[in-house]
């Protein structure tokens, strides 16, 4: 058997994560870094292979038994997710393994990539000893340079850009930065996704489901699932927001989102193959993860009117976001008959101060109820996204945000408190202020146990996690939600909705 170059894991960690959620409720989905590093990286002539350890659900003596019997030439932890915060929260469950294996095999190479690491490159090597590189960005030209090394050490490790390593006085530097993939070059350098190299029981992703609600509230309408991305990035420059720290191309020690803005797309004709694939695979729960799919016309509309072509609208069930601010109504109708039911709207507040404060005046005024009276009238639905706990946010505002989110009565609702999550400007300026800041990775997830808000002006962070739990629940068993719920998809939704509610997440500064 030819030798493998590269093994990409998708490290497992959910029970931290969600809590009593991730048996049941919490979503499982397809490594969508892992799939492209892999395909990348296999593009150049490497081979390789992806272990989901999430997926499996497998221990950590399992893993690596796995990993040893593989005897790859790099290990690859590839630690994203399917939130903004997962970056930093998976990390937990990668350095575990990462540490479990270095124990087995101290000669094992490992590397680190994603979110985190991106955002603290020389934090994540100083506090996590068994790590061997990490990579400064995306990595995509970084890990094929690092693979054709005969031998990976210092030496030679120095000369390639997007590194931190450490060296042979132990001592942690980061290398020259590199560039991420160009727009000119996104289809020859991101070839697509390496579906194939991922585990399944009976079919192709069955190993995967859709969220709660995608899954119209029914646990066996959840598999198979999959997640793409039809372009990197965002323009906007959102405070609270991390996901641009993919765009990184300095060397800044802490980076901050905000000064990596931009987007970057694959080609219509490129990314519609994407589709097929998974069609051909039996795939109908299609999350398209693009930060702002309804942003560009130019880009989105010709690939929903090549899915209505194909008649795919006519049974794929996909969501994807947008802001408030970027629906258009002239195209909503296209956008329906390509499969996709739902728009992910980050609504944030319901107070337009707070609103337009945390988006640096990105946000327009828009009436949001009339956008998603809109949406509701085109026959899309929404999943509505809040935020608890933003700078200026007092317990009136907070209650304004509940109050709406109850009027619009949306399909989906999610709200999350606000943490100083890693690679954003909240982050960084708590850190030069001294603010007191998460120290574990299961403290930046928004459901552990260990979960600590940052707090606003007005708040404390008890005050802010205690507000953002009960609207949990006053949204979901609102008696304006479930008839909803019941009219669209049965009782059986409402009683699984209810079996959800009486989940409760312990909150260890809640006194739980």
């Not at 049941?24 to 081979?47: M, N, Q, V």
């Not at 991420?180 to 069955?206: C, F, S």
């Not at 009117?305 to 609208?313: C, D, K, T």
């Not at 707070?354 to 009436?367: Q, Y």
Request: charged residues 25%; hydrophobic residues 40%; contains cysteine.
């Amino acid at each position: 058997m030819r030798n493998l170059d590269v093994l990409f894991i998708n490290p497992g960690n959910a029970s931290g994560i969600y809590q009593g959620l991730s048996k049941d409720f919490s979503a499982i989905e397809t490594p969508t870094w892992s799939l492209l590093l892999a395909e990348a990286c296999r593009s150049k002539g490497f081979a390789v292979q992806i272990l989901d350890v999430n997926a499996e659900r497998l221990s950590n003596e399992e893993a690596c038994d796995r990993i040893l019997n593989l005897k790859p030439k790099l290990v690859t932890f590839v630690v994203y997710g399917q939130n903004p915060n997962s970056g930093t929260v998976n990390m937990a469950g990668a350095v575990n393994l990462c540490s479990y294996l270095k124990k087995e095999n101290i000669q094992i190479i490992t590397s680190f990539v994603g979110s985190h690491a991106q955002a603290l490159p020389m934090d994540t090597m100083i506090n996590e000893s068994d790590i061997d590189i990490a990579f400064t960005n995306e990595g995509v030209y970084s890990i094929c340079n690092v693979l054709s090394l005969t031998d990976i050490k210092f030496e030679n490790l120095k000369n390639i850009k997007g590194l931190c390593i450490r060296d042979d006085n132990n001592k942690v530097i980061m290398t020259p930065p590199e560039k991420i993939v160009p727009q000119e070059r996104m289809d020859i350098d991101l070839p697509g996704y390496a579906w194939d190299l991922l585990p399944y029981k009976k079919k192709p992703l069955d190993l995967y489901r859709a969220h709660f609600w995608h899954g119209n509230y029914d646990f066996d309408e959840r598999y198979p699932f999959a997640a793409l991305y039809t372009s990197l990035g965002c323009k906007f420059k959102c405070n609270f927001c991390m996901i641009n720290i993919i765009n990184r191309n300095d060397n800044n020690e802490v980076g901050q989102a905000s000064d990596y803005a931009g987007m970057r797309y694959w080609s219509t004709n490129f990314i519609i193959k994407e589709f097929d694939k998974l069609v051909k695979m039996g795939v109908k729960n299609i999350r398209i993860s693009d930060e702002m799919f309804l942003l560009n016309k130019k880009f989105y509309l010709p690939l929903c009117q090549l899915l209505q072509e194909r008649g795919y609208g006519k049974f794929l069930n996909m969501w994807a976001y947008s802001r408030v601010d970027t629906i258009n109504p002239n195209y909503l109708s296209i956008v329906k008959d390509a499969g996709i039911k739902t728009l992910a709207l980050g609504i944030e507040s319901g107070d337009r101060n707070v609103r337009l404060e945390v988006t640096k005046g990105a946000f327009t005024d828009t009436n949001v109820n009339n956008v998603v009276k809109m949406i509701h009238d085109s026959g899309l639905e929404v999943m509505a996204n809040y935020l608890f706990g933003l700078t200026s946010d007092d317990n009136d505002t907070m209650k304004k945000t509940l109050d709406l989110s109850l009027e619009l009565n949306t399909l989906g609702w999610n709200a999350y408190p606000v943490l100083p999550i890693p690679g954003s400007q909240i982050y960084k300026e708590a850190r030069k202020n001294n603010q007191k800041i998460p120290k574990d990775y299961l403290d930046f997830s928004f459901h552990s146990y260990t979960t600590r808000p940052l707090g606003t002006e007005h708040l404390t962070p008890e005050e802010v996690l205690k507000f953002r739990d009960n609207a949990f629940l006053v949204y979901h068993q609102s008696e304006k939600f479930l008839s909803k719920i019941k009219n669209k998809f049965g009782q059986v939704a409402v009683d699984n909705i209810n079996q959800m509610t009486s989940i409760k997440l312990k909150r260890e500064i809640l006194g739980d």
